[in-house]
Antibody
Framework: EIQLQESGPGLVKPSQSLSLTCSVTGYTITSGYDWSWIRKFPGNKMEWMGYISYSGSTNYNPSLKSRISITRDTSKNQFFLQLNSVTTEDTATYYC????????????WGQGVMVTVSS | DIQMTQSPSLLSASVGDRVTINCKASQNINKYLNWYQQKLGEAPKLLIYNTNNLQTGIPSRFSGSGSGTDYTLTISSLQPEDFGTYFCFQHNSWPYTFGAGTKLELK
């Protein structure tokens, strides 16, 4: 069974960096698909932040392009989100998910991790 | 970015009702429109992909339609397990974007 699990701090101070890990079991992230980060803001709005493909290429939402980095550790079958210079507007629940280009959908998701940006 | 305007934001309905949820895109998205359901504390679940294709395992009371900029999710006969929040998602133009969600609650 494929499972994704987010981990990382639940509280980050303004102007600092937010760093999250997505650990994947049941599938090797270099075998296929796009490994994504999505966030859901208070009030329900959702945003696809970006992804790292199975080949290691990345694609970021232009709204975040100057602040975001998605990387991976293939030996641990993990991928990572780093978001720099956070503000209170980055407070959200962060999900990692697997994206299938055919049909354009996310088929496996983590449970999500709530991150609050506050001093 | 393509803006997805979803309506209504809140929908109160009873078991057995027929309900519809709408998404309007700010430009033509060529039927690249998916629908997700999310329940409290759970990850979103894909219901419909590419406007009208039912995901495996999803009951046939769910259906999708639309073209161009206007899309609809229909639940033909609401069941107790259908209450939750529904999102549309366009994957025609990067960055792909979500609707703001419709909370479907018990009347």
């Amino acid at each position: 069974e494929i499972q994704l699990q987010e981990s990382g701090p639940g509280l980050v101070k303004p102007s600092q960096s937010l760093s999250l890990t997505c650990s994947v079991t049941g599938y090797t992230i270099t075998s296929g698909y796009d490994w994504s980060w999505i966030r859901k803001f208070p009030g329900n709005k959702m945003e696809w932040m970006g992804y790292i493909s199975y080949s290691g290429s990345t694609n970021y939402n232009p709204s975040l392009k100057s602040r975001i980095s998605i990387t991976r550790d293939t030996s641990k079958n993990q991928f990572f989100l780093q978001l720099n210079s956070v503000t209170t507007e980055d407070t959200a629940t962060y999900y990692c998910a697997r994206y299938i280009r055919y049909g354009g959908h996310f088929d496996y998701w983590g449970q999500g991790v709530m991150v609050t940006v506050s001093s | 970015d393509i803006q997805m305007t979803q309506s209504p934001s809140l929908l109160s309905a009873s078991v057995g009702d027929r309900v519809t949820i709408n998404c309007k895109a700010s430009q033509n998205i060529n039927k690249y429109l998916n629908w997700y359901q999310q329940k409290l504390g759970e990850a979103p679940k894909l219901l419909i992909y590419n406007t009208n294709n039912l995901q495996t395992g999803i009951p046939s009371r769910f259906s999708g339609s639309g073209s161009g900029t206007d899309y609809t999710l229909t639940i033909s006969s609401l069941q107790p397990e259908d209450f939750g929040t529904y999102f549309c998602f366009q994957h025609n133009s990067w960055p792909y974007t979500f609707g703001a969600g419709t909370k479907l609650e018990l009347k």
